[in-house]
């Protein structure tokens, strides 16, 4: 069996200067980059599949057949872009990685860069965190200055140039297409699929999109090799990855673990939910498994196994393991309404559905969090996600639907309550504060 | 060349050579003339346009898409709230109510002494340390009503003021070059990780817990380890020593999960991330 909390990427966080090259050097970094050099392009890709390592932004797609559907014969050059927009609410795990390690994320670049032959790789970041910004360019020279980078990379004939690429504030980027098209100085737009971007991605030239954690994961996978990576996590959920934990909890923070453990395990870890105003623990009263596009659990999931299967199977998804964990003091109508507005305003505007429907979501939901609903609202919501599910454009407007849709499943009474009572009556916002036993005593 | 110097132009043209084309180089083009300028000028948005053989009304078009482009002059220091859900809750609405108040502006609106332009803004990627304030981009965790107000009243006095998890804040405008594509030096200022980063990494040393060794032959020592903490562990176990396995484990096709930011349908979406 393997321990409990398994320290892999964030394994050298607490280091000294863990954001230089040296210090990560120190540490047995780029020993990865040195034995996949001597590893030929269809090796790498084939033990990255057989690793079973899955995409660690949202969808879990394996990695290496995303990588296997770069073609051949294709005469364009080929292109790997690290989606590092990390934006959905309740994500904060690629964030801290890069500003800890970068160089795990630009090691892990360079070997998948030569797995799929590109020579030009993009990381774009959101523009948001100047701090990972400066980290992120720091690392990419310094990997230049110690022969990483640029031309025939230790000696292997192996090129490549890496752009750090800040983002402009756009939620929609993180859809991999839209962020292709933010990439090449467009709107951030998603685009109609296929062609998809392994065939026709960036300058219509196969590309392949990865999430940050998923690159960065490939060193240890590459050192240590697929037993190691599979004596972690599940059966077809492998490997170690980072749960972020946050919201009304003791510990809130960063827990790298096998795929497959329990928020009651993360709980207990942690210490348990924060303290009430009363002094007894908190109780807790609704989480999302992996951001807030991902339809929330309650207490009687607190042992479903957060692997992709295990949360799928109890009608939600992994998701990016963004648990944001809410206390009894909460309003979930609340909530849901902030969520909608986000949605509706990062909502890109290309199809109906989302746009408008997002649109009227939020005023019905506004009506409700007010206490000013109406017959029927309840039913207006549901009608109105059955409009918009699977018939928007992409991703984003299922989204949008996945809190509303799943409020209503366990909470059904807050929203009736909507009908005659705002929800700040039923759940006074300052006691869900962090500085709620301040401000209440 | 319209208002911008040779330098600023010759900036603009570096950028663009950093991409196989050249319009890549749009959003850093706008980042580098609001780090000039202080917002996207119409000349801003000419010069562009100029530079990489496109229309005002395309490169208009990119630059208000993107909430990070102003197109009204900005204050020395941009101050975000986090309103999204997580950090409202804990305490983000109470923040930025309380500094609307204290500034006497709205969001998007700048201080008459032009110090502070105020913005609600979304989940910023750090709710473990929410509720989280944002100055020129940089973090700032854990805040309340009283040291927001606290952190605003030293900007504008024009104190030092250093974000725990970065660096000295400069202003706005200095932010926006190294966003650009130029470093500032200050890369090796504040630590590698916030206390929160950190918290799951504290944890398992304390417990002595650590990923597998790699190599089998010290498969024997891990299990005794594993033994040891066998109270703190607990229903886990059984899983995950499961044969290893072909990663080819999706099923139901490769189609529209597969590139997939979520993948639309069935059962819903994947999240909106990429892979
Ligand atoms: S919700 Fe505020 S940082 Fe995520």
Redesign the pocket.
């Known amino acids: 069996m393997t321990d409990v909390l398994t320290p892999v990427l964030s394994a050298g966080w607490a280091d000294d200067r863990a954001w230089t090259l040296d210090a990560y050097t120190r540490r047995g970094g780029y020993r990865a980059l040195a034995k996949a050099l001597t590893t030929t392009p269809a090796e790498l890709i084939d033990l990255v599949k057989e690793s079973g390592l899955r995409g660690r932004g949202g969808a879990g797609f394996p990695t290496g057949m995303k990588w296997s559907f770069i073609p051949k014969d294709n005469p364009n050059p080929t292109y790997l872009v690290v989606n590092a927009d990390e934006s959905e ?2 994500t ?1 795990k690629d964030i801290p990685l890069m500003m800890a390690s970068p160089h795990t994320l630009v090691e892990g670049v360079i070997i998948a860069s030569r797995a799929i032959e590109a020579e030009r790789a993009f990381i774009y970041v959101r523009g948001e965190v100047l701090h990972v910004v400066r980290r992120l360019r720091a690392a990419v020279r310094e990997a230049y200055e110690a022969g990483h980078l640029g031309r025939d990379i230790g000696g292997s004939g192996m090129n490549l140039d890496v752009v750090v690429h800040a983002g402009a504030g756009a939620y929609i980027c993180g859809e991999e297409t839209a962020l292709l098209d933010s990439l090449e100085g467009r709107r951030g737009q998603p685009r109609l699929r296929p062609p998809f971007p392994a065939v026709a991605g960036l300058y219509a030239s196969p590309t392949v999109i990865n999430n940050v954690e998923s690159i960065a994961s490939v060193p240890a996978i590459v050192e240590h090799g697929i037993e190691w990576f599979g004596s972690m996590g599940t059966e077809k959920s492998k490997g170690f990855t980072l749960y972020s934990l946050s919201g009304h909890v003791k510990r809130p923070g960063q827990y790298e673990a096998p795929l497959g453990i329990t928020l009651r395990e993360l709980l207990e870890l942690g210490g348990g939910m924060r303290p009430s105003p009363d002094g007894t623990d908190a109780e807790l009263k609704f989480w999302t498994p992996g951001g807030s596009s991902t339809p929330i659990l309650t207490a009687e999931h607190l042992d479903v196994p957060l692997d992709y299967e295990g949360v799928g199977a109890a009608g939600s998804m992994l998701g990016t393991k963004a648990l944001q964990v809410f206390d009894q003091t909460t309003s979930v109508v609340r909530c849901v309404l902030r969520w909608t507005e986000f949605y509706k305003h990062e909502s890109c505007g290309k199809c109906t559905p989302c746009r408008e429907g997002t649109w009227w979501l939020v005023q019905v939901l506004r009506r409700l969090d007010s206490g000013q609903g109406r017959a029927g609202d309840i039913e207006l919501l549901q009608e109105l996600c059955g409009n918009i599910l699977g018939r928007s454009f992409c991703a984003l407007g299922d989204g949008a639907t996945s809190p509303i849709t799943s409020a209503i499943q366990y909470f059904r009474d807050e929203f009736e309550s909507g009908m005659h009572t705002p929800s700040a009556e039923l759940f006074p916002p300052v006691a869900s504060t962090l500085f709620a036993t301040e401000a209440t005593a | 060349m319209s208002v911008f110097d040779e330098a600023t132009v010759g900036e603009l043209r570096e950028l663009m050579g950093r991409y196989p084309q050249a319009r890549s180089a749009l959003l850093p083009m706008l980042h580098l003339l609001q780090s000039v300028e202080g917002h996207v000028s119409t000349a801003g948005i000419e010069l562009c346009a100029e530079l990489l053989d496109l229309s005002a009304a395309e490169v208009s078009g990119v630059a208000t898409f993107y909430t990070m482009y102003k197109r009204r002059p900005m204050g020395t220091h941009h101050v975000g709230v ?1 309103t ?4 409202a809750v804990m305490g ?1 609405d109470a923040i930025f109510e309380r500094l609307s108040d204290h500034l006497g502006v709205g969001h998007d609106e700048t201080t008459e002494d032009g110090q502070v332009t105020l913005e609600r803004v979304e ?5 473990d340390f ?1 509720p ?1 304030m944002m100055v020129n981009w940089e973090f700032f965790d854990r805040q309340d009503p009283a040291s927001a107000v606290e952190l605003v009243d030293r900007l504008r006095d024009g104190e030092q003021v250093a974000s725990p998890r970065g660096a000295e804040i400069t202003s706005w405008r200095e932010a926006e070059r190294v966003l650009a594509g130029f470093e500032d030096g200050r890369v090796d200022e504040g630590p590698a990780a916030g206390d929160a980063s950190l918290v799951g990494l504290e944890i398992a040393n304390e417990r002595g817990w650590s990923a597998p060794v790699a190599d089998s032959a010290a498969s024997a020592a891990q299990e005794s380890k594993g033994e040891a903490v066998a109270e703190a562990d607990t229903q886990r176990a059984e899983s995950e020593t499961v044969a290893e396995e072909s990663g080819a484990d999706v099923e139901g096709g490769a189609g529209d999960r597969q590139e997939a930011s979520g993948g639309g349908s069935e059962p819903q979406a994947e999240g909106k991330a990429d892979d």
């Open positions: 609410p309740g904060c | 986090c999204n859900t997580l950090c983000g989940c910023n990627a750090a709710c929410a989280v």
